[in-house]
C-alpha cells in the first residue's frame, strides 16, 4: 500500500443488515467494494452467516449499527467478527455507527446490568481489535472498551450544513446536564449561545422539565435543540413546550442518532413550532417513514476519512467526539 492511498486487495469491507446503505457509502468513498454477506435463518432461528470474500490476512472492517433489532444485529455483528478471526484476518474492526447499549453506562438501581461494559467485553471477545463508532452517549462509555476505540463526532456534518443556513437569534439547548458539554462545544464552533434542560426523567418514555439552566432564552426567537439520541422524543416534546412558553417560536431539533421510536417522528414533526428535524444516516430510516420535516446528512464521510487516517497511521484527534 502506498501513502496516502488503500489497496483493495488489502482490505475487506463488509456489511451487517442493519444498515448496508451506509457500509456501501463508506465503502464508495474509500473506493473499496463492499463484499457481500449471507445472513440467513436455519429452522430453529438460529442466525447462519457467511462471509462472501477471503479475509486471510487482510485488514477486515464490519459496518453494523446496533439498532432495532437491537439484539438480532449485535449477535450477527458478533459472529461476523468471530468468523474473520477465524478465517486469519489480520485486523478485524467494528464500525458501529451507533452504539445503543451506550444508554446503560452506569449502576443507578440494584441489580441491573452495565451492559455497555457488557458488550464493549463482548466485542472484545469474539475478536475485534479496534472499535469505531460515533457519539457515544456519555464519555465514560469510552473507558468500558479493553480495545483500542475510536469515539467520532457528528458536529462536522451538523455544521456544514448550517453554515448555509440563516441562524442569527439563534440560541443552543441541550435537553439536560448531561448533553450540556457537547452541545457547549458545538455552540462554540457556531459562535452561539447556549443553554440546557432541568429534566427529570420519570419512565423511558416520559420526562419532566421543569427550567433552563445557563444563558436566558427569552429574547430568542429561535432555538436549536441538540442531543445526542431521539427515540421517542419526549423529552425534546417537554423542552419545545417549555422553549415555546419563554417566547421561541422557531425550533430546529439536532440528534445524530434518530432511532425515532414508538411514533417520536410523528410526535415531533406535530409540534407547530419544530420546522425541522435535522439527523445523520448513522441509523437507517426506511423512505416510508421519512417526513418532510426530516433532513437526513450522511456520516459516511466522517468514517472513511477516520478509516483512511487508521490505516495510514496518522492521528485521529481532530475527527474525535471530545475535541473542541
Known sequence: MTEGSISAGEVRFFSGSSNPQLAQKIASHLGVPLDGTHITRFSNDNLYIQLDASVRYRRVYIVQSLSQPVNDHLMELLMMIDI????????????????????????????????????????????????????????????????????????????????????????????????????????????????????????????????????????????????????????????????????????????????FSRGGLERLAAVPEISEIITTDTVHIPPEKINPKLTILSVAPVFANAIHHNINRESLSDLFVFGE
Not at 462536522?156 to 439547548?173: A, P, R
Request: aromatic share 6%; glycine share 8%; with cysteine.
Open 84 to 259: 474473520a478471526r477465524g478465517a486469519a484476518a489480520s485486523e478485524v474492526h467494528a464500525i458501529i455507527p451507533y452504539y445503543s447499549f451506550g444508554r446503560s453506562d452506569k449502576k443507578d438501581a440494584p441489580r441491573i446490568s452495565i451492559t455497555a461494559r457488557l458488550v464493549a467485553d463482548l466485542l472484545k471477545t469474539a475478536g475485534a481489535t479496534h472499535v469505531m463508532s460515533m457519539m457515544f452517549h456519555s464519555p465514560q462509555v469510552h473507558g468500558f472498551f479493553g480495545l483500542p476505540t475510536d469515539p467520532l463526532s457528528s458536529r462536522m456534518v451538523f455544521k456544514e450544513y448550517l453554515e448555509n443556513l440563516d441562524m442569527s437569534g439563534t440560541i443552543i439547548v441541550a435537553p439536560d446536564m448531561g448533553q450540556a458539554k457537547s452541545a457547549a462545544r458545538f455552540a462554540r464552533a457556531l459562535n452561539l449561545p447556549v443553554a440546557a434542560g432541568n429534566k427529570e426523567r420519570i419512565s423511558d418514555s416520559e420526562v419532566v422539565i421543569s427550567g433552563l439552566i445557563g444563558n436566558q432564552v427569552r429574547g430568542h426567537k429561535r432555538a436549536l435543540i441538540y442531543d445526542d439520541e431521539i427515540a421517542t422524543g419526549g423529552s425534546i416534546a417537554e423542552l419545545s413546550r417549555v422553549l415555546v412558553t419563554e417566547g421561541v417560536e422557531d425550533i430546529r431539533v439536532i440528534c445524530t442518532h434518530g432511532v
